[in-house]
Structures are given as C-alpha cells and as structure tokens.
C-alpha cells in the first residue's frame, strides 16, 4: 500500500518526455476518471512515461497512461489500467490542439498530473516536436555546463 494520499499537489511527472521532445507550448486540461480510477491516482498509483494524445472525432483522448488499480479495492470494482481517457477541455481548445495535431511531426504528451487548489485533478499537456540524436546530445552538454557552472561560482 502507497505511502500517503495526495491531496493537492504534483502526482507524477514525465521527465523524459522534455529530454525526447522539444515542448513548444503547454495547456491545461482536466480528464475524465471513474470513481476507483482517482483513488488510485490520489495513492500514486498512476505513471505517465508512456502516454500521449490521440484524436477520436471531435474529442481528445489521453492513452498510454496506466492507472494500477489499488490492491485493497474491492473485486467488484474493475477497470482497465491502460484505457483511452477523455481530456476535459474547451471546443476551441480542442480544436486548436487538433490543428497542432494535424502538422508534420508534432505530437502531444502529458508532462504533468497534480491536483489543483481546488483539489480537481488536472494534466499539464505540451506540444512537441521529436528531438533528433544531435538535438538530445546538446542538451545532456547544457545541463552538464549548469552544473559545473554552479559548482565553480559556488566554489568561490
């Protein structure tokens, strides 16, 4: 059994998706779960590495994300861990994103799951481009430069 349950705060975050993808903008939205589903998600039993955003006619829908079901749960509540999960957002948001969508190379992945003030679970979505081999290389150099850089003006 998880450690605490999180009641306002960051869940779970995606590093890797900022090391593979060169994120050209963020967006907010809210996504719809099942009662049993944000349970699990409040204990942090969600990872979101895997996850992107896929079309479905007019809606958005948020897949990859793997939801474990909690061990304690009664065996009558069952879900798929791994199913498609709409995005709560605004028609022109939608729409706007679906044009993002729609250009070469472009995709859009989860960065974030936290829950907000008001206690309701949101996703921080970024639009990306895929990052070449050459492209991930230059950032491990800048990052690696930061770090000596404060370790030097530490120093003195």
Do not use: C
Not at 112 to 141: A, M, P, Q
Request: charged fraction near 30%.
């Amino acid at each position: 059994m998880p450690r605490q349950i999180i009641k306002i705060g960051q869940v779970s975050e995606n590093r890797k998706a900022r090391y593979s993808y060169s994120i050209q903008d963020t967006i907010e939205a809210g996504i719809s779960l099942t009662g049993a589903e944000i349970k699990s998600v409040r204990y942090g039993l969600v990872t979101i590495v895997d996850g992107f955003v896929q079309r479905r006619g007019r809606d958005l829908y948020l897949a990859g994300v793997e939801i474990q079901k909690l061990p304690t749960a009664a065996r009558i509540v069952n879900f798929d861990e791994r199913r498609p999960r709409q995005l709560l957002l605004h028609r022109a948001q939608i729409n706007r994103l679906i044009g993002k969508l729609q250009e070469r190379g472009a995709t859009i992945v989860p960065l974030k799951l936290y829950f907000n003030n008001r206690g309701k679970l949101k996703v921080l979505l970024g639009v990306g481009y895929g990052k070449t081999k050459i492209d991930k290389r230059e950032t491990i150099k800048q990052r690696e430069w930061n770090k000596n850089k404060s370790r030097i003006l530490k120093g003195n």
